[in-house]
């Protein structure tokens, strides 16, 4: 029962998840910050904005719901497996790479420049950091023996698979846009990327998503790292959230081309140890 109060719950979770990375990042920073409850105002008021009808095409128009709902559909799978079956995670892979797709489209409907740059900067990223994604989350269920996700039941893999724990990491940090890798955002180069143009609710189902998908990788690596233990995936879920504030306030945005070449050796790293798994060296 539980497990289906805490699905319904997650825009709620995500929220509150985000206003304490907000003021996480503003300590660090040596700021007072805004309250915790911030998002929440945020949210409520941009619901209450009428819509900019600036363009027609009607992807433009549904691809925030396309989003926030394919973002929405990880939280089927984690932290509680409401949905299992053999093989769930390539529909879990499918769902987290359709949710990035819904973002760029976003973007490209519509005709604002800087929303275009920032698609296509997601595009680039999405080369490397997709298949990378794929790489180290079929390593941990080849090295767990295991067909499903709910059957994934290791814990503290994170010393038996250093390489694609960090990997796994790294590539969290692009997916939520977290500096220095948030470089499809951009607020002083690009403004909000993808969501430059949109307005009122369209826009608050975006940001709204955007939480929900950092909270959900902030859930799904201490479940592939430290195992299924309650207690340890709500600690760890704040030590990840402490790492991501600490990243977002002392470092600075990498370029493009930067993140592109980062991320290619990273891929290669993964692969790596996906190669020593596969032939039952790990």
Same mark, same amino acid.
């Given at each position: 029962?539980?497990?289906?109060?805490?699905?319904?719950?997650?825009?709620?979770? #995500?929220?509150f998840?985000?206003? @304490?990375?907000?003021?996480l990042?503003?300590?660090?920073? =040596?700021?007072?910050?805004?309250?915790?409850?911030?998002?929440?105002?945020?949210?409520?008021? /941009?619901?209450?904005?009428?819509?900019?009808?600036?363009?027609?095409?009607?992807?433009?128009?549904?691809?925030?719901?396309?989003?926030f709902?394919?973002?929405? #559909?990880?939280?089927?799978?984690v932290?509680?497996s409401?949905?299992?079956?053999?093989?769930?995670?390539?529909?879990?892979?499918?769902? !987290?790479?359709?949710?990035?797709?819904?973002?760029?489209?976003? &973007?490209?409907?519509?005709?604002?420049?800087?929303? @275009?740059? &920032?698609?296509m900067?997601?595009?680039?990223?999405?080369?490397?950091?997709?298949?990378? /994604?794929?790489?180290?989350v079929?390593?941990?269920?080849?090295?767990? =023996?295991?067909?499903?996700?709910?059957?994934?039941?290791?814990?503290?893999?994170?010393?038996?698979?250093? @390489?694609?724990?960090?990997?796994?990491?790294?590539?969290?940090?692009?997916?939520?846009?977290?500096t220095?890798?948030?470089?499809?955002?951009?607020? !002083?180069?690009?403004?909000?990327?993808?969501?430059?143009?949109?307005?009122?609710?369209?826009?608050?189902?975006? =940001?709204?998503?955007?939480?929900?998908?950092? /909270?959900?990788? @902030?859930?799904?690596?201490?479940?592939?790292?430290? &195992? =299924?233990?309650?207690?340890?995936?709500?600690?760890?879920?704040?030590?990840? /959230?402490f790492?991501? &504030?600490?990243?977002?306030?002392? !470092?600075?945005?990498?370029?493009?081309?930067?993140?592109?070449?980062?991320?290619?050796?990273v891929?290669?790293? #993964?692969?790596?140890?996906?190669?020593?798994?596969?032939?039952?060296?790990?």
């Amino acid at each position: 029962m539980y497990e289906i109060v805490f699905f319904f719950l997650v825009p709620f979770i #995500a929220l509150f998840y985000e206003g @304490i990375l907000r003021k996480l990042n503003a300590k660090f920073q =040596n700021r007072a910050g805004p309250p915790i409850v911030q998002p929440f105002y945020d949210i409520i008021k /941009l619901f209450e904005k009428k819509l900019l009808k600036t363009q027609n095409d009607p992807f433009f128009r549904h691809a925030p719901l396309l989003y926030f709902v394919s973002v929405f #559909a990880l939280f089927l799978f984690v932290p509680f497996s409401l949905l299992s079956f053999s093989y769930d995670f390539i529909l879990l892979l499918y769902l !987290t790479i359709l949710a990035s797709s819904f973002y760029v489209l976003a &973007g490209l409907s519509s005709d604002n420049p800087f929303s @275009i740059i &920032g698609s296509m900067r997601e595009m680039i990223l999405m080369v490397v950091y997709e298949i990378t /994604l794929v790489i180290t989350v079929v390593t941990f269920m080849l090295h767990a =023996n295991v067909i499903s996700f709910s059957a994934l039941q290791s814990s503290m893999v994170i010393f038996a698979l250093p @390489i694609s724990s960090i990997c796994l990491g790294l590539i969290s940090m692009l997916e939520v846009h977290v500096t220095p890798f948030d470089t499809t955002e951009a607020p !002083t180069e690009i403004m909000g990327g993808s969501r430059t143009e949109y307005s009122g609710k369209n826009l608050a189902l975006m =940001n709204l998503a955007m939480s929900m998908k950092r /909270l959900f990788f @902030i859930f799904f690596l201490p479940m592939l790292l430290f &195992g =299924n233990s309650l207690v340890m995936l709500f600690v760890s879920s704040i030590l990840f /959230l402490f790492l991501y &504030g600490l990243a977002q306030a002392t !470092t600075s945005r990498f370029r493009v081309d930067q993140a592109f070449k980062f991320y290619l050796v990273v891929m290669i790293f #993964a692969l790596v140890e996906f190669v020593l798994v596969m032939r039952g060296i790990i």
